[in-house]
């Protein structure tokens, strides 16, 4: 069974950055896309960015289009982590943030439902 812990979640000023992490234990990790989703109160979930496996490297990174430029994921399977580097936060992006992970290749990237292992959840407060 395949288990995701976030870290790395917090409270930050507007316009500051944030590093998240996430680790995967019970599985092969170089095999999984992985992706990052938040959730804010009252809102539904939603896609940040996603690394997607296709057998070939390097793999690809998605982004929501708002976040293009501000934020990067990046994965390191030596160390069964993937990291989600947050720049110029904004206070609209207060949320938990969620890591997700699929075996495999995932046709809709931005859809919740395609990944089939999820962390807890680490929260992210953005306010001055």
């Known amino acids: 069974q395949v288990q995701l812990v976030e870290s790395g979640g917090g409270s930050v000023q507007p316009g500051g950055s944030l590093r998240l992490s996430c680790v995967a234990s019970?599985?092969?990790?170089?095999?999984?896309?992985m992706g990052w989703f938040r959730q804010a109160p009252g809102k539904e979930r939603e896609f940040v960015a996603a690394?997607?496996?296709?057998?070939?490297?390097?793999?690809?990174?998605y982004y929501a289009d708002s976040l293009k430029g501000r934020f990067t994921i990046s994965k390191d399977d030596a160390k069964n982590t993937v990291y989600l580097q947050m720049n110029t936060l904004k206070p609209e992006e207060t949320a938990v943030y969620y890591c997700a992970g699929r075996r495999g290749g995932v046709r809709d990237y931005n859809d919740s439902a395609e990944y089939d292992f999820w962390g807890q959840g680490t929260q992210v407060i953005v306010s001055s």
């Open positions: 019970g599985g092969t990790f170089s095999m999984y896309s």
């Open positions: 690394i997607i496996w296709s057998g070939v490297r390097p793999y690809s990174a």
